[in-house]
């Protein structure tokens, strides 16, 4: 990161920046301090930030629009969003800002870009037309650390570029590429912008690795037959994302496209040789409804897990790298808090901040975990060399605590598991791992177990999900405690 700061303003104060950070999902200035959440609602894989980060005010409605800007926009079809945190506005030496971002949305039926010029303030970019600083029916939106921003302006049928000024803390209009139908686009870290041309049924790739303070393009179009190769069948793209292994912030040591086609129909993980590695439909998955579903926007977190929107469900789903299902998740607990047509999504990976656009507004989440024993009760067994295993599933890399407890609620043994990662896993540990040595006959006594899952980023700090399950010994197990 850039350790230059144009800008040095005096930090807002906490209730206002919250404020605003809730109208478009802005992120707050404080830092996590501690206290863990236990239990939880029925959905764990994302999690509402704690109150200390938001003052509880975790959603953008209509309401807390007009609340800042007044009758100078309102919410009307807002599609893609993207957040950042430009070099220009990281100091190094401030860690109390860490997880303060610029978000921007596009709010597509006014043709406008809506963000957050500082954390006590909102603004509006653009509005419906054809010139300068204006779009139709925009769509996805894409910015770079360097100050690079990004939009499909898809009825206008270009690409639009437009920088970060630091100074005034605006954005400046400073061309476009000319494309087909642009629906989305991606960024990678080597300076390509990648766009889903929904016409062309293909994905472009620009050039542009100047600095976003720069005032001039460096390509006016695409590079002749620069496209990233795909499969003979792929039709209507809409929606896309790009996995770079140079992204210090991107786990997966890879150079993947994951490509949302047939207008929402499939979702594909494509390498750079335009091979399938893997490929799922709606149809393929389980929903709340019997409706049928359609993807519309996806991301990418640190571990390379996918997030996938659908607006017709209502959810949004999440898979693993190989496009595994792993959760659908519809919202982080009562039906008030349900997602309400999500549209686009931004995950900051950096720390595990999750955006998501919604038919009127948007709400911010922190990455969460949650996981099911694959078993009912959980069945305790000895593996290989290990003293005691049992399996989960899990929807989020997680640091496993487990507890055995006695009938009578007594703690028997604890043992720190150490991390797991996401999908089926086996926990286990060897003798010498317990927490301390149990006391002899303590697995005669223990009839449940406590899990505990924490995440390992994000919420790490203050959210924790814990279940009390019914354990079965397996016939054969005698604990190595029990031999000694």
Known sequence: MIAL????????????????AVVLSIVAASQLNGQSEVGGPPHTTLVYPPFAHTLGIHRARSMHLKLFLGD??????????????F??????????????????????????????????????????????????????????????????????RR??????????????????????????????ARGHL????????AVLRFADSTAGADTALLFPSPIEGDR??????????????????????????????????????RLRAIDATGEVLAETTPDALDRPTDEPGRFGYVELDFYGNIYVSDQL??????????LRPLVTFSGPGPDEDALDEPRGVAIWRRFGQVFVAEREGAQYFFVGTDFEPRSGPIEVRREGDRDIAFDLFLTEAALITAAFV??????????????HGIGAQTVSWAPDEWRSPPKDGWYERAVRVLVEARPTYSSRRRFSRIRDLELAWADDLTPHSEDQ
Do not use: C
Not at 72 to 85: E, I, L, M, N, W
Not at 406 to 419: F, R
């Open 313 to 322: 469900t209502g959810v949004l789903y999440k898979f693993d790298s190989q």
């Open 87 to 156: 070099a220009s506005d990281d100091d190094p030496e401030v860690k109390g800002d860490d997880f303060q971002l610029t978000l921007f949305g596009v709010n597509s039926g006014r043709g406008e870009i809506l963000y957050n010029s500082t954390m006590q303030t909102l603004a509006v970019y653009g509005g419906e037309g054809e010139g300068e600083a204006k779009f139709r029916s925009p769509r996805g939106i894409e910015a770079t650390v360097d100050g690079r921003i990004y939009v499909a302006d898809t009825g206008n």
């Open 194 to 201: 990648f766009v889903a041309d929904h016409e062309s049924g």
């Open 228 to 265: 990233w190769p795909l499969p003979p069948d792929a039709h209507s793209p809409i929606a896309l994302a790009v996995g770079d292994s140079l992204d210090p912030w991107y786990n997966p040591k890879e150079y993947r496209l994951y490509l949302i086609d047939l207008n929402g129909g």
């Open 159 to 188: 690409v639009a570029r437009l920088r970060w000024d630091p100074i005034g803390r605006s954005l400046a209009w400073v061309g476009t590429w000319p494309a087909g139908e642009p629906y989305d686009l991606a960024a990678d």
């Open 72 to 85: 100078r926009t309102r919410f009307d079809d807002p599609q893609g969003v993207t957040a950042v945190k």
């Open 5 to 20: 700061r144009l800008d040095r303003r005096p930090a807002p104060s906490r209730r206002r920046g919250f404020a605003i």
């Open 406 to 419: 006695s009938a009578e609620g007594d703690t028997l043994a604890i043992v720190d598991a150490g991390v």
